[in-house]
């Protein structure tokens, strides 16, 4: 006699009813206040406990007494937010190229490695000059080496137009410290100069200047963490030649 085994239905009319559910009020439990803007959200409690540990923990084992108020998590864009729902829903999510990376820092954030694999996937197919400083960055910040690597790559191939971007003069010092140290950027050495000083005009020296004081700190030297300063003669000298600055 046969075992007996799992029988499947159809997947597409159980996705698209659960699907009708993200952010509908009908029977939540939960609301959320996200982004900015503070749009209202509206959420199945038991849904996103059992999908994601992250939620578990913020939601609790059961709401208190009364009408329970709105989490917050002002963070997070709305667009990213309900992406998240729908793939925590339905377990797929409709990706957009604008939105891709807050996506992404959601997935990390909220430990969804399922989805922060769908959007490196998804950010690697649609980077172009535009993007691909803002994904270094989110690369950098959450470690996703595989990412960095194509970012830089990608910069080396097209040094000129990404090196103008809105992106690159918003790189933290780190980020834009590992960009400098590839020799392949195709870019003459005039010009990158110029870059690193367009970058230092929006503010970029006071985050190098941090960067370096928690570098001294972590290895130990308190006595130059302490007294790196503000002012640009407590920069290391291989900083000063990319914003020819004088080195004290």
């Given at each position: 006699?046969?075992?007996?085994?799992?029988?499947?239905?159809?997947?597409?009319?159980?996705?698209?009813?659960?699907?009708?559910?993200?952010?509908?009020?009908?029977?939540?439990?939960?609301?959320?206040?996200?982004?900015?803007?503070?749009?209202?959200?509206?959420?199945?409690?038991?849904?996103?406990?059992?999908?994601?540990?992250?939620?578990?923990r913020l939601l609790g084992p059961e709401p208190?007494?009364?009408?329970?108020?709105?989490?917050?998590?002002?963070?997070?864009?709305?667009?990213?937010?309900?992406?998240?729902?729908?793939?925590?829903?339905?377990?797929?999510?409709?990706?957009?190229?604008?939105?891709?990376?807050?996506?992404?820092?959601?997935?990390?954030?909220?430990?969804?490695?399922?989805?922060?694999?769908?959007?490196?996937?998804?950010?690697?197919?649609?980077?172009?000059?535009?993007?691909?400083?803002?994904?270094?960055?989110?690369?950098?910040?959450?470690?996703?080496?595989?990412?960095?690597?194509?970012?830089?790559?990608?910069?080396?191939?097209?040094?000129?137009?990404?090196?103008?971007?809105?992106?690159?003069?918003?790189?933290?010092?780190?980020?834009?410290?590992?960009?400098?140290?590839?020799?392949?950027?195709?870019?003459?050495?005039?010009?990158?100069?110029?870059?690193?000083?367009?970058?230092?005009?929006?503010?970029?020296?006071?985050?190098?200047?941090?960067?370096?004081?928690?570098?001294?700190?972590?290895?130990?030297?308190?006595?130059?963490?302490?007294?790196?300063?503000?002012?640009?003669?407590?920069?290391?000298?291989?900083?000063?030649?990319?914003?020819?600055?004088?080195?004290?």
């Open positions: 006699m046969e075992p007996p085994g799992p029988v499947h239905g159809e997947a597409e009319p159980f996705s698209k009813a659960l699907r009708s559910l993200v952010n509908n009020r009908l029977y939540s439990d939960v609301r959320f206040v996200v982004g900015q803007e503070r749009q209202e959200v509206f959420a199945h409690r038991c849904l996103l406990a059992c999908r994601c540990n992250f939620f578990q208190g007494p009364g009408v329970p108020g709105p989490v917050v998590l002002s963070t997070v864009p709305a667009e990213a937010f309900l992406a998240v729902l729908e793939f925590l829903y339905t377990n797929s999510v409709k990706l957009h190229r604008h939105s891709v990376l807050e996506v992404l820092t959601a997935a990390v954030e909220y430990g969804l490695e399922d989805l922060r694999e769908l959007c490196l996937e998804f950010a690697v197919k649609v980077l172009d000059v535009e993007l691909v400083c803002e994904a270094l960055q989110v690369a950098v910040t959450f470690g996703l080496g595989p990412l960095q690597e194509r970012c830089i790559a990608f910069i080396e191939a097209h040094s000129q137009e990404a090196l103008r971007t809105r992106g690159f003069l918003e790189l933290s010092a780190p980020a834009l410290l590992l960009l400098l140290r590839s020799d392949k950027l195709c870019v003459d050495e005039a010009d990158l100069v110029l870059a690193a000083r367009s970058w230092a005009r929006v503010g970029a020296v006071e985050q190098i200047v941090e960067a370096w004081k928690c570098h001294a700190l972590r290895r130990g030297d308190a006595a130059r963490g302490a007294t790196c300063r503000r002012r640009r003669g407590t920069l290391p000298r291989e900083h000063h030649r990319f914003l020819d600055l004088p080195f004290k």
